[in-house]
């Protein structure tokens, strides 16, 4: 069965610095790998996806992801933080029927000024 | 486009209440889907529809009922309300039916409370 693990509840960064939010995942099969964010009060955001291809992909909002296959993992990342980029930032990847999209449970970052 | 449209916002029911939350997509998607948003565990697919007259179930469907009558519509129906029910919900759209490479988009969920 697929599955995805978000290892930290809490990510927290001074603005400036770069961040990464963790996300390792489970499937057999092809991995289609996607980042979500949720702000505050809001419906939740696609930021990026990885389908195949170069490891690193390019999202919104100036954000990146690394795929590592070897180490099943599809970190968030982004060279310089804004207090802005605070918000809940799901991992989910997408189940091998396309019925759904399995989420981990969300890394909260919060960024300080 | 308004993309994908939820109402309403906020709702509070009584236990053994029933209701309807409402969701609708104009971007002409063939797949539709709803999930609830619980602290701590992410969300989690409840129902979900290829097309319209054809629905199924996901993860958490039990106290759930779903139809899907056009492309536009997938409304979701508690038939009696339990504590157990108050989440976040979510409504997502994408493209194409059971396409693992599509994008979902999400609208902006509904808040409701069982008391």
């Known amino acids: 069965a697929q599955s995805v693990a978000q290892p930290e509840d809490q990510v927290n960064v001074a603005e400036g610095n770069p961040l990464t939010v963790k996300c390792t995942y489970s499937v057999s099969g092809n991995p289609y790998l996607f980042w979500y964010v949720q702000y505050p009060n809001r419906g939740l955001q696609f930021l990026l996806k990885?389908?195949?291809?170069?490891?690193l992909v390019k999202g919104s909002y100036g954000f990146e992801a690394e795929f590592n296959k070897s180490q099943t993992s599809f970190h968030l990342k982004k060279p310089s933080a804004l207090v802005s980029d605070s918000a809940l930032y799901f991992c989910a990847v997408r189940d091998q029927a396309g019925t759904a999209l399995i989420f981990g449970k969300g890394t909260t970052l919060s960024v300080s000024s | 486009n308004a993309g994908v449209t939820q109402t309403p916002k906020f709702q509070v029911l009584k236990t053994g209440q029933s209701m309807t939350l409402q969701c609708a997509q104009d971007m002409n998607h063939e797949y539709m889907s709803w999930y609830r948003q619980d602290p701590g565990m992410g969300l989690r697919l409840i129902h979900y529809?290829?097309?319209?007259?054809?629905?199924d179930q996901g993860e958490v469907p039990n106290g759930y009922n779903v139809s899907r009558s056009t492309t536009e519509d997938f409304p979701l129906r508690l038939l009696s309300a339990a504590p157990s029910q108050t989440s976040v919900y979510f409504c997502?759209?994408?493209?194409?039916?059971?396409?693992?490479?599509?994008?979902?988009?999400f609208g902006p969920g509904t808040r409701l409370t069982v008391l």
């Open positions: 990885y389908i195949t291809g170069d490891n």
């Open positions: 997502a759209s994408s493209p194409n039916s059971l396409a693992p490479t599509d994008t979902q988009y």
């Open positions: 529809s290829v097309g319209a007259g054809i629905t």
